[in-house]
Structures are given as structure tokens and as C-alpha cells.
């Protein structure tokens, strides 16, 4: 067997696809995106490799297993198609159903193996062999093309309704046209049904890998965003180039042995060095381009000038509210230390005198758990912990904040109204604890202002569509209000008007929605109430 | 008799701590609450000192000595705070303060204070 014109096409293109898998698989291999995508690509690979070879081999039988597997292949690219756009998407029950069309895809395959309903045999072209399928193959045929158009459909809902972020729209948009493009592959059908021309189908696979790979270096498409492998792209340009120089090669050849009628090895060897040089300088030159289009200086220098970039930032920032919250530490921890001092100053002298012992007692008491107090909330402040975002139903979370306060609620005579349907269903991607944290913080706050003479706690949820989907949830109290000049300090650090607080809840708050991308802001009103209205960019709803 | 010694702060460990240095040698009033301080400034003819603890900048304990003086502008007035920074001493004095005490204090710093403001 020797490697003919007709396979270099679908043999490069496998290549290029299992590459691209591997390399967005062992990127991260936790993430479940990435191991779909991975799936696909294999998909890929197995279909074109298998038929590559059969465009080379004279042998019958192999070629026959070899159809067989590319075949059923391809039924399984549409179904890591679907299940792949349904993760992308954030569409669970979607999932689901691409989840059971692996079974379904597992059941024909002995059916397809066994019977001639769908595969009886082969044909025999000028390229090579290919399928030859029975009456019943056109339902696969159906199949395919259904479940291809819902995952094209799924893409197409959510890039058209804003479903999610402005930098994740972007990236779907580029998996919405890679998996469009590669749709025309389905001209491969044709042969199947003895149409007589090249299956040319891994063309459209080979732009396929090509948008993938730019959506991966452009947008950080599949967390393939730490070090950027400047690899990836040398490998999927080296294939197309040498695509190019075997089919020139093969070409060529086959042009003297039909026009001149001979076949020499020298003159094979002279035309593929004459090839060859002008192919090295034209390589280099497409890198270069490339390199310029992509990166200013290298790859890895750009990687990491990033990195610093968003490490200084986020020092930055960090080390102005630090600055901040010093100078109110400071003046909140000397109360404090002032009755510590003055308690331990007067000790020696009043030891013996029991009503200075228990004052003693209580104040010094008191006053080291005020510090001990202060300062892991301090930590607490400076040191955020590193967000663990997961997908979260916001009326989930919610309601298990109402109930971890719910005691509290029954005390002050508060009553909650909610402003929501509790069985609808709001994703955000959040940290649950740190989340938690801030609603807590602002319950309690809400709590605070009605401990009086209690009040009802009115919780809202509404989505605000703008340039993308934006969640509102609104906490609102029918508390005394906060005063005009107060109001602008709130979210200050230390900033309290009562005798308990430390002044830092709604800064730590403030903090922890900053840090989820989102903003707080508050209105109020003297004797009627105050809202706090916290705004994240929404994931999904259903 | 002489004249009380009017103390506002809303710590209880600092007020239980002027107390402590203060009750064997003055009448004294305490309160945690700026407006009640402000309504003995107004009502109690005795009061001959007051130590006022003021916050952050911009908060509200220097209105709270714009207030004192405007209506008793003769009486003095000493700031305690925590929070030692050149700006807010030279407001407090401009605003009238007759002096600036730093916490965490000494037992001595405050008595002499008070000694030298109560004559």
C-alpha cells in the first residue's frame, strides 16, 4: 500500500483534529467542556483516518472494517456536537438527551455491523473505496442532520438572545461558525449513494480546526488561555503547507508518467528539491506574518507581561483599600487598647477593691474580643479568598440564607415578601460561600434596621437585558432609612452608626460583589425603607 | 464645688477608662450619645470641660465641636481620638479644640489635661 493523492486530505485533517483535541484536553482536563471537545475531535479523527486509508489500500476486507468504523463515526460526531454545544451553552436538560444519544449510537453500531440495513458493502472509485449503504441508512442520514441543526440551533438562541457574557458570546460565535462550515461536509453522503465524485468533506473539517484554533488563540476559547502554546498554530500551518507540497508532488508526478510517459527517480528527486526550496522560505514567511498578527513579541513574553499586568492590578487595588481600611483600623483598635491601658494602669493600685475587679473583668474582656474581632475581619477584607465559582441557582441560595435567618426573622417580627417565583431558576457562576457571606451580610443589615419595630424584608429577582443578561436582586427593608449624609459612607470600611458593628459588612459585601463582576447600590428613602440592589451578570435562566 | 467635666464617646472601654481616672477628682457627666452631650452643653451652666472623641475625618465628631462652640464658645473643649493625623489636629484647633489627646492615653496625660483646663 502506498499513500495516494486522495488521502492526504482526510489523513492531514485527522491529524490536525486529534492534535487540536489532545492539546484542548490536556490543557484541562477536569473541565468538562474540554473532554467533549476532546470527544469530537476523536470522532473526527476516526472517521477521516479510516477513510484515508481506504483511498490507499487494495485490500477488500480491510477497507470493508475500516468503512464500517469511519461510518459510524460520523453518527457520533453529531451526537459530541450536541452534547458539546449543550455544555457550551449551559443547557442541562439538553445535555441530558445528547447524554442518551450515546446509547442510541452504541445500539446501531451492532445493528449496522451485523445486518445490510444500513452498510452492505463498498464501491470501488477512482479515489479508492468507499461505503456502499443499505435502504435504512438514510434515517441515519436524517438523524444526523436533526441533531447537527439543534446544536447549530442551540448556538444560534444563544448568541441571538444574549443568553451569556459579551466574551463568551464572542466565542460562540466562532464555534457557531467553525461547526456551521463544517456542516458542507455532508457532500461526503454522496459517494455513499454511488454519486461519483471525491469526497472532499474534510476540507470544510480542516477550516473547522482552523476557527477553532483562532477562537483558542483570540479569545481564550476553552480555558486554553495560561501559556499559549505558539505550537498549535505552527502545527496546523505546517500540515496545511504540507498538504499543499505532497499533493503538488504527487500531482507532478503523475503528470510526467502520463504526458512524458516515463518515470524516473532522479527527476522525482530534482522537482521535490526544487519544491522543497521554495517551500521553506514560504513557510517561514507565513510564520512571520502570523507571529505579527498574533503576538507583538513572543508568545510566552505576552503570556507573561499578562499575568504581571493582572497581578499589579489586583495589588494595586488591594493595597489601596488596605491603605484605607489601616486608618480606620487604627482609630477602631485604640478605643480598645485606650481602656485595656487605662484597666492594667490602675490595676497594682485597686487590686483589692471588687467593684474595680469586676469592671476589670468585663471591659478588658470585652475590649480584647472587640480587637480579636477586628482583626479577622481584617483578614477576612485584605486577604479575599480566591473566588471558587461554580454554577448556582441564585433562589436556591437565597432561601437557604432566609432559612439560616429565620430565628432572627420570628424575634424582630420581620416578615419576608418575596418579590419571586421560587421554582424558577437563575444561573449564576458564583463562589457560594463568599456569595452567602454578602447576602448574610445584607439580611442582617436589613434585620438591624427593623429591630425596633419589626417590618417586612422584601426580596426581588429580575433580569435586565441590556448588551448582555444582567440578574438584579433587590433587598428591601421598611426600616427608618438611612440620612442623606450617611449614605455616601455606607460601604466605607468601619464606617457603623451602631455601637456593635465594626463598620465593615457592607464594605466586605461591596468587596465580594466587585469580585463576581457585579455592583451594589443602594437607595433609601427617611421613614420609609432602604434597597440595596446588587446587579451580576446572569449565566442562564429557565 | 467645681465644675463638671463633660465626657462624649460611644466606647464604652474608653468611657469606663475616663471614669476610672477622672471620678476621684471631678463631677463628671458621661454620655455616648453626641445630642445629649450637646443638650447639657446647652442646659448644665456647670459643665467646665469637655472631652469629645471624634472619629474618622469627615465624620461627624468635628460638627459636634462647630456645635459646642457655637453655643458656648468660651467653653473648652479637648479632642481624644485615635486617629493622630496632622490634618484633622490643625481642623480641630481652627474649629476652637483647646487640646488633642491621642489613644491609647496615659492616666497622667489626662489628669494634667484636665487639671490645667479646670482652673
Known sequence: MHITIYSILPLTTSIVSISLGLLVLLNNIKAEINRVFFLSSLAVFLWLFCYSICYSTDNEKLANILLWIGCSAVLFISVTYYHFTSVLCYKKKEKKFALSLYYVVLLYLPFSFFTKYFHTGLYKYYFGYYSRVGPFYIYVIIIFMSIISRSLLQLFSTIKLKLLPANQLKQIKYIFLAYFISFFASIDFLPKYHVNIYPFGAVFFLFWSIIISYAILKHQLLDVNIVIRKGLIYSLLIATLTIAYLTLIITIEKLFQNFLGYQSFIISLVYATIIAVFFIPIKNKIQHIIDKAFYKGSTEEIAQENLFLRKEIADKERLKAIATLASGLAHEIKNPLTAVKTFTEYLPSKKNDPQFLDKFARIVNNEVGRIDNLVNQLLDFAKPAPLNLKDTVVEYLIEDTIAFLNNDFIKHNISIVKQYNPNEQHLLKIDQNQFKQALLNLFLNAIEAMSDDGGELIIGIAVKTTASDILCISIQDTGPGIAHEDIKHIFDPFFSKKDTGTGLGLAITQGIIQEHGGKISVETQIGVGTKFKVELPLYSRS | ?119
Open chain 2, 1 to 119: 464645688m467645681s465644675k463638671k467635666v463633660l465626657i462624649i464617646d460611644d466606647v464604652e472601654g474608653v468611657r469606663e477608662s475616663l471614669k476610672l481616672i477622672l471620678s476621684d477628682y471631678y463631677n463628671l457627666i458621661i454620655t455616648e450619645d453626641a445630642g445629649q452631650g450637646l443638650n447639657c452643653v446647652e442646659n448644665d451652666q456647670d459643665i467646665g470641660l469637655v472631652l469629645l472623641d471624634i472619629k474618622m475625618p469627615g465624620y461627624n465628631g468635628l460638627e459636634v465641636l462647630q456645635k459646642i462652640k457655637n453655643v458656648s464658645p468660651e467653653l473648652p473643649v479637648i479632642i481624644v481620638t485615635g486617629y493622630k493625623s496632622v490634618e484633622t489636629a490643625t481642623e480641630a484647633v481652627r474649629l476652637g479644640a483647646s487640646g488633642y489627646i491621642v489613644k491609647p492615653f496615659k492616666a497622667e496625660e489626662i489628669l494634667d489635661v484636665v487639671k490645667k483646663k479646670m482652673k
